[in-house]
C-alpha cells in the first residue's frame, strides 16, 4: 500500500489503536469540518505516543490496506467472462461519479499519437458502520450508522499506450477545499468547505463528492471509482486464498496496555488472509519503529505479492475458485455507474493487466504538517499531479508520450471576448525588468484575436518562467486558451486568488522576441513522494520490542 504520512525522525510508535484489531475511531471525533484529533486535546503534539519526549506525529486512520485490494480486484474478475452475468452484475453497488458543482471542469487526458487514452481511477476505501460486520470488524460501537469517511483514497493512473501504471495516494487527514456537492438520492445540497479533512468528503452525499475534490485539487480527469469497506476486504482475501508476506523476525502486534492490530506470525513467509491479512495491512506496532510510513512499507508488500499471485496463481483457472472470487468481488464493490457491469468490469482488468509488474509506481501526494494534519506541500504537489495529467511516467523509464498532432491555433469567435491582462514580470535578481514588455505581448494577443488584451502597468513583477493566471474555474478555459494561442504549456497555467481575470505574467524566459519558446520542464517524481516499484519482494523489519 501506498502510505499516507512521513515519519518525523526518531518518533517512536503511539499507544492509541484501540479494539481487538487496533482500530481507533472511538477517539476520533466525527462530523463537519471540525479539526479536531482524536488522540488529544487539539493543541496536543501531533501524534505524542508512550513514549516521553517525542517529536510531533499524525495520527492514522489504518484503512489504507483496502486500496490493496482495490487495485487488484478487478484483475480477479478476468476470466469469469458473463458468469451469472445479471446475478452479478445485481450484486455491484452503483453510484454516480461525480455530485460536485464543478465536474466536467477537469482536464480531459488526450489521446497520444497513437489515439490511445490513459485510465483514472480513484480507489476507495470506506470505514462505513452500516452494517453487523463492518461494526464487528470496525470497532468504534458508538457509530453505527454515522455518516462514512473515505479513509483510503489513491488514485489509479494507467498510461495510454498500457506500459506504465501509477499509484498517488492522499493522506486520510489532508486539509483542502471540497467542492459543493448535492445527494443524488435526498437531494440534499453540501455546502463547500474552504477547510476539511478530505476524507470527509464521502460522508457529503457518497463518492461522487470525493471524486469532486480530488478533480478540483488535481485538475485530472477521473474516469471511474471503485469503493470497498471492511467486509469486502476479509472476504476478498479469503476468496484469493491468502497473501504472501515476510517478516525478518517472529512479530507480536501488542502493547503492554492491550493495544495494537494483534497480528501474529513467526519469521519468513506466510500466506495471510481474511482477518490475519486486515491485521497485517493495519499493524503499525511491530514493523520498524512504530510509524505510518513503516505501516505503509507493510501495505506495499501486500500489494505487489497480492497483484503477482492473482497473475502467476494457476489455481485461479479453476473455475471454482474463479466463481468463488468474482462473486465475492462484486459482493464487495461499489462502483459509479460506468463501471456497473461485469463485462466493463472485465474489460477494464483487461486493460490493467497489459502493465508489467515492475512498472507500477505507488506514490503518496507530497505533504507538510498544518498543526496535527497535513496540506499538499507546495511545488511537489503539483509537480506530482502534472505529471500524471501529462502521462509522464513516475519511474522515470521512457519519455513523454506526444500527442496526436494538432492543427495551427486559430482565432475562434469567443477570444475577443477573453479580457486579458498583461504585466511584466522580466525582472531577476541580476537584471532589470524589460521595457515596454507588457505592451508588446498585448499587441501580440491582439493580433491573434484577443482584442480585449491590454497591457497592465501598474506592477513590475519578477517571475522566473511565464504564467497565465485564472481566478476561479469558470476562467479557466479562458486561460487556457490565452496560453495555447502563445505555445505556453498547459502546465504553466494556475488557479490564483492573487488575480481578478485572467492575468499573464511574461516571465524572465521571455525577454524578447514575438514567440515564446518553453524551457525543458522537469519531469522527475519528487523525492518526498516516496515512490516506490510495484515488483519489490522484501521481509518487513520487526520491532525487537515486539518479538517473542
Known amino acids: 500500500m501506498v502510505q499516507s504520512s512521513v515519519r518525523r525522525k526518531g518518533a517512536r510508535p503511539r499507544d492509541r489503536d484501540a479494539g481487538e484489531l487496533g482500530w481507533d475511531d472511538s477517539l476520533y471525533e466525527r462530523g463537519g469540518d471540525a479539526v479536531q484529533d ?10 505524542q505516543g508512550r513514549r516521553g519526549g517525542e517529536p510531533p506525529r499524525r495520527r492514522r486512520r489504518v484503512l489504507r490496506w483496502s486500496a490493496t485490494v482495490l487495485a487488484v480486484v478487478i484483475l480477479g474478475t478476468a476470466g469469469a467472462g458473463y458468469l451469472y452475468y445479471q446475478h452479478l452484475n445485481d450484486n455491484l453497488k452503483k453510484d454516480d461519479l461525480n455530485i460536485g458543482d464543478e465536474k466536467d471542469r477537469a482536464s480531459v487526458s488526450k489521446p497520444n499519437a497513437a489515439g490511445q487514452t490513459p485510465l483514472n481511477i480513484l480507489l476507495l476505501g470506506s470505514d462505513a458502520r452500516d452494517s453487523a460486520e463492518n461494526q464487528k470488524l470496525g470497532g468504534a460501537r458508538d457509530t453505527f450508522g454515522a455518516p462514512p469517511r473515505a479513509d483510503v483514497q489513491m488514485l489509479l493512473h494507467v498510461s495510454a499506450d498500457r506500459t506504465n501504471m501509477s499509484v498517488v495516494s492522499m493522506p486520510r487527514d489532508t486539509l483542502l477545499q471540497i467542492p459543493k456537492c448535492t445527494d443524488p438520492k435526498t437531494g440534499r445540497v453540501y455546502p463547500s468547505s474552504t477547510l476539511a479533512m478530505t476524507n470527509d468528503s464521502l460522508g457529503r452525499g457518497g463518492p461522487g463528492c470525493t471524486v469532486a475534490t480530488w478533480e478540483k485539487l488535481t485538475d485530472i480527469h477521473i474516469d471511474h471509482f471503485i469503493m470497498v469497506d471492511f467486509a469486502g476486504v476479509v472476504s476478498m482475501a479469503d476468496a484469493i486464498g491468502g497473501v504472501p508476506v515476510c517478516v525478518d523476525k517472529n512479530i507480536y502486534s501488542r502493547t503492554a496496555s492491550g493495544h495494537g492490530s494483534g497480528l501474529k506470525l513467526k519469521a519468513g513467509t506466510t500466506y495471510v488472509k481474511g482477518t490475519q491479512a486486515l491485521q497485517w495491512l493495519r499493524t503499525r506496532y511491530g514493523f520498524e519503529d512504530g510509524s505510518d510510513i513503516a505501516r505503509t512499507k507493510a501495505q506495499h508488500q501486500y500489494m505487489g505479492a497480492l497483484v503477482r499471485q492473482l497473475r ?5 483457472s479453476n473455475p471454482d475458485k474463479l466463481r468463488n472470487l468474482t462473486e465475492t468481488a462484486t459482493r464487495a464493490l461499489t462502483v459509479d455507474k460506468g463501471l456497473g457491469t461485469v463485462a466493463k468490469l472485465y474489460d477494464l482488468s483487461g486493460e490493467l493487466k497489459k502493465v508489467p509488474a515492475d512498472r507500477i509506481t505507488m506514490t503518496t501526494m507530497p505533504y507538510v504538517y498544518s498543526g496535527a494534519r497535513v496540506r499538499p506541500k507546495p511545488g511537489d504537489a503539483e509537480q506530482l499531479f502534472r505529471l500524471v495529467r501529462e502521462d509522464i511516467p513516475l519511474d522515470g523509464k521512457g519519455e513523454k508520450k506526444k500527442p496526436a498532432a494538432e492543427t495551427t491555433v486559430a482565432p475562434t469567435d469567443t477570444d475577443d471576448k477573453i479580457a486579458v491582462q498583461v504585466q511584466n ?33 501598474s506592477v513590475v513583477l519578477a517571475e522566473d518562467r ?3 493566471r485564472y481566478p476561479s474555474a469558470d476562467l479557466k478555459g479562458d486561460a487556457q486558451r490565452v496560453a495555447k494561442a502563445l505555445g505556453i504549456p498547459a502546465s504553466s497555467v494556475k488557479k490564483s486568488t492573487d488575480v481578478s481575470g485572467v492575468t499573464l505574467v511574461v516571465g524572465a524566459d521571455w525577454r524578447s522576441g514575438t514567440a ?14 516516496d515512490a516506490l516499484n510495484g515488483a519489490t519482494k522484501k521481509c518487513m523489519t520487526v520491532d525487537p520490542n515486539y518479538t517473542w
Open 516 to 529: 515564446y519558446e518553453a524551457p525543458a520542464e522537469d519531469n522527475t517524481t519528487p523525492s518526498s513522494a
Open 38 to 47: 482524536g488522540d488529544g486535546p487539539p493543541s496536543a503534539p501531533h501524534g
Open 425 to 457: 514580470g522580466t525582472r531577476t535578481s541580476t537584471l532589470g525588468p524589460v521595457s515596454g514588455r507588457a505592451g508588446t505581448v498585448a499587441q501580440l494577443l491582439v493580433g491573434k484575436g484577443f482584442t480585449q488584451a491590454r497591457k497592465d502597468s
Open 466 to 468: 511565464t504564467v497565465v
Open 312 to 316: 502467476a496463481n494457476a489455481t485461479l
